[in-house]
């Protein structure tokens, strides 16, 4: 399949006009045959064999797999952080290889908001300036971007910390001036790469309520790479990673079948 549909559906960045378009609109993100091959020390290995994975526009899809199977790697092909070495990647039907370099960081600043494992804040920047951050690489005004800051944090729940620096907060707290920052110039896309990875039970849940309510909201499409089983719970569809391909999908409805078996885990 994925052969005959990258031969077949070569779209330009606008992405206006060209076949097969109208059929695909509601894919954010396609990605179609993807292969990466890393080289360490003369040896190869095949992080991903090949994978064909589509998402829906206002979808909340996990990347699910045990360590090492390929998800940060998949993650940061969708994210336009790293390149296949073949197989396509189309963000809302935008070829990414095609981009130049500017393209390309505009689509990163603009479309995807990015959250991490270990929060990736500036530590000696407050909440604030770590949320403004990005809004002034988009050029927004100063007293604009403060306000729009101060705005996200509250909806984070952070309102009484926008003058904390990192340091000065807790893990899940800092998790959520990252989800914040990746709001801040209203992504189509949240990509979040084992947004629990680095936090307690309970403060992970709160964070994949707070990913999930901001699907709802904002109707953001939100995929998540991880191995957190209470991701089961809030996602509509999974995505199971083995080994560099993906081994099956489960959506919703299955999983509302399988809640009892899931939640226990
Ligand atoms: N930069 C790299 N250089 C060499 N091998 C890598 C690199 N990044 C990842 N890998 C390898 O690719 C495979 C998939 O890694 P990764 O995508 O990080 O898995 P996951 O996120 O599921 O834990 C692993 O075998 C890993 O060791
Ligand atoms: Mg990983």
């Keep these: 399949m994925s052969g005959e549909e990258a031969a077949g559906t070569v779209v330009s960045p606008g992405g206006e006009g060209e076949a097969g378009v109208d059929l695909l609109a509601t894919h954010i993100v396609r990605a179609i045959g993807v292969r990466k091959i890393f080289t360490m020390g003369g040896e190869k290995v095949h992080a991903l064999k090949g994978v064909d994975f589509k998402v829906e526009r206002g979808e909340y899809v996990a990347i699910m797999g045990p360590s090492g199977s390929g998800k940060s790697t998949l993650f940061n092909m969708i994210g336009g ?13 935008v ?3 095609a981009l130049n370099m500017y393209e390309l960081a505009w689509l990163r600043c603009h479309k995807i908001g990015y959250i991490f494992q ?27 971007a403060q306000d729009k800051a101060v705005e996200l944090l509250r909806k984070v729940g952070l309102g009484d910390r926008v003058f904390h620096k990192p340091v000065q907060m807790s893990g899940g707290q800092q998790q959520r001036v990252a989800v914040a920052r990746a709001l801040a110039n209203n992504p189509a896309i949240v990509l979040a790469d084992e947004p629990t990875g680095n936090l307690d039970s309970t403060t992970g849940r709160q964070i994949i309520d707070l990913l999930r309510e901001i ?6 499409t939100v995929i998540t790479a991880t191995h957190d089983h209470k991701m089961l719970a809030v996602s509509d569809r999974i995505a199971w990673l083995t080994d560099g391909a993906i081994e099956r999908y489960v959506s919703r409805d299955a999983l509302d079948i399988q809640e009892g078996r899931a939640d226990a885990r």
């Design 118 to 144: 270990t929060f990736n804040l500036i530590p000696v920047a407050t909440a604030l300036d770590n949320v403004m951050l990005p809004m002034l690489f988009a050029d927004m005004v100063q007293a604009e």
């Design 81 to 93: 952080l790293d390149k296949p070495n073949a197989g396509k990647v189309f963000i809302d039907e």
């Design 95 to 97: 070829d990414i290889a």
């Design 215 to 220: 699907n709802e909201s904002e109707g953001v």
